[in-house]
């Protein structure tokens, strides 16, 4: 037989079965049931029944005695002082719970429950500790059951209590990948999830991250617990939306707000209604160019922004905007978005980072004109540049460039789903360098300086090939007394972007003694590889390479 609650063997020998003292009696023929085996059967019960009180002071002794020898066979767990232990206890949640403000994972909110599994000292800690108790998940299944969300309202509502009155990192995750027909909904199941919603609800005025992926019902009924905005991040999506937001307010008032918000596909802007002007960091994917410029219209504020898989919409009389405040744009377009750059000025962007789906798109020849009038416009402070090189010829980047001079950090992505003229990237770079050392400070003419502030140079793409011999003339020689005139290029990355990079053979005796040199005088020359695959380098008097894991990240 096999016990219902851990699944072990149940042999019987430690357990009493109390249940027999529930049965109906028979009705005795003596009044008042004053015969003597009456009167015994209620002195039996009677005696069972101060047995069983005497077990649970017993037991609850026991429990005590065991907490107690767990305190003097351990003492050093409470010799330890407080934020001690908090750091021990936290090196269990993931890595964004050691940054300074906290980024955590749904996942943390396991950590306290294992961690009081271990002992019975480490459940104590962990329960005096509200710090382990703020991230809270609520997670429906693909597949949900009514045990199931039983279970996890029972947890969540001991388990809310003990987070006091910090600030709470919320998970609202369903998980339904369509949403069910209500012949197919399990009501109890759907009931104690609501529940479950309506617990931490009830705490919404504590909430300072809240990341909510729900089904149309479950958006629906969070809608309806009158909930307080979180005060600085706010995560919305769902692969099963279908429905109109805007009839259902997320919070009634909005002077308070995140300033960080991430929409997933499908929400669009005239989906959400939020206090835009608070908003000062903003992410959102599949939008419309439209709706990327009445996003930056509404937002003022805002400093960071990323768009992923931009579309093209028809945009009726576009006014043009200047936005002032932003500083870092991340733009990643389906389409050639002229509608967008031709309507926008960004005066103090620092940070720009651009990238085209090019599989079936027309008019590519049109973006580097688009981008240069852009940049033209804008004239903006720019240190950091990433862009498509497969969009732009070597020739075509130079005049965009040149509106930079302030750039210190330039990375071009080479696409393997364009063949169009010297896009091949040994073609383009060679061409590319050649630019670099004609428009040098030191070497070109008539104040034609390009980049004179660059610093980082990176290339990346699966297609990568490396023109070594050419690689060399953009740097200038530590012997040359003009060194300090030209560029302070220290860094050339090449990021291959693939697992098994093409090794680097047959280099001339010279460009390797001359890489070496360069690597003396501090200039790092770096090939990006997996961790754990190796770069040939033939010559023997290379002395080193060095390796990085690869990075999508743009920062």
């Known amino acids: 037989m096999l016990c219902s609650h851990c699944n072990r063997p149940d042999d019987g020998s430690d357990f009493i079965d109390l249940s027999q003292l529930k049965y109906t009696k028979s009705k005795c023929p003596i009044n008042e049931a004053s015969c003597e085996v009456c009167q015994e059967i209620l002195e039996a019960e009677k005696n069972v029944e101060d047995a069983v009180a005497r077990l649970r002071d017993a037991l609850s002794r026991h429990q005590h005695l065991k907490t107690q020898m767990n305190h003097a066979h351990s003492p050093i767990i409470h010799a330890l002082p407080v934020e001690l232990v908090i750091k021990i206890f936290y090196s269990c949640f993931s890595k964004g719970m050691w940054e300074e403000d906290g980024q955590p994972v749904p996942e943390d909110a396991l950590v306290p429950l294992k961690i009081g599994v271990v002992c019975r000292t480490w459940r104590q800690v962990a329960l005096s500790l509200p710090e382990l108790w703020t991230v809270i998940t609520l997670r429906r299944k693909s597949y949900p059951t009514a045990a199931y969300a039983l279970d996890q309202y029972a947890i969540t509502t001991t388990y809310i209590p003990r987070s006091g009155a910090l600030p709470l990192y919320v998970f609202l995750l369903d998980e339904l990948e369509e949403e069910l027909e209500e012949e197919d909904q399990d009501q109890d199941e759907m009931e104690y999830w609501k529940m479950s919603l309506g617990l931490v609800a009830q705490c919404s005025y504590r909430w300072k991250d809240v990341t909510m992926e729900l089904s149309e019902d479950s958006y629906i009924h969070i809608t309806s617990q009158n909930l307080q905005p979180p005060n600085r991040h706010l995560t919305l999506g769902s692969e099963c939306w279908g429905f109109d937001l805007r009839q259902h307010k997320l919070w009634q008032e909005s002077r308070s707000g995140p ?3 991430t929409l997933k596909s499908p929400i669009m802007f005239s989906d959400f209604i939020i206090d835009w ?8 994917e599949y939008w419309s160019t439209k709706d990327c410029l009445t996003l930056l219209k509404n937002a003022p504020q805002l400093v960071t922004c990323s768009f992923t898989y931009v579309s093209k919409s028809q945009i009726a009389e576009p006014q043009h905007l200047t936005h002032n405040s932003l500083r870092e744009l991340s733009f990643h377009t389906n389409c050639l978005a002229s509608d967008f ?4 000025s960004l005066k103090n962007m620092e940070k720009f980072e651009h990238s085209l789906n090019p599989r079936g798109l027309r008019g590519m020849q049109d973006a580097p004109p688009m981008l240069l009038r852009f940049f033209k416009r804008s004239r903006f402070p720019l240190t950091k540049l990433s862009l498509d090189a497969s969009v732009f010829t070597a020739g075509d980047s130079v005049p965009i460039l040149n509106t930079v001079p302030s750039l210190i950090h330039l990375l071009m992505h080479f696409s393997d789903s364009l063949n169009r003229g010297d896009s091949d990237s040994k073609i383009w ?3 590319f360098f050649q630019h670099l050392v ?3 400070t030191s070497t070109s003419e008539g104040g034609g300086s390009l980049l004179p502030r660059l610093e980082r140079l990176e290339f990346s793409g699966k297609v990568l090939e490396i023109p070594w011999n050419s690689v060399l003339a953009i740097f200038a020689d530590p012997s040359d007394p003009n060194t300090a005139e030209r560029r302070p290029l220290k860094t050339l990355i ?9 090794p680097v053979m047959d280099l001339p005796v ?8 360069l690597r003396d005088a501090g200039i790092n020359i770096i090939y990006r590889v997996y961790l754990g695959k190796g770069i040939l380098f033939p010559a023997t008097n290379w002395e080193s390479v060095v390796f990085e894991l690869m990075s999508d990240s743009f920062d």
Do not use: C, G, N, W
Request: glycine share 0%.
């Open 438 to 440: 004609a428009m040098d």
């Open 510 to 517: 010279e460009t390797v003694a001359r890489l070496i040199s």
């Open 277 to 284: 002007k608070r908003v000062i960091r903003f992410q959102a």
């Open 429 to 431: 770079m060679e061409s």
């Open 259 to 261: 300033y960080h918000v």
């Open 341 to 344: 750059f031709d309507h926008i």
């Open 494 to 502: 090449f990021d291959p972007d693939t697992s098994v990079p093409a």
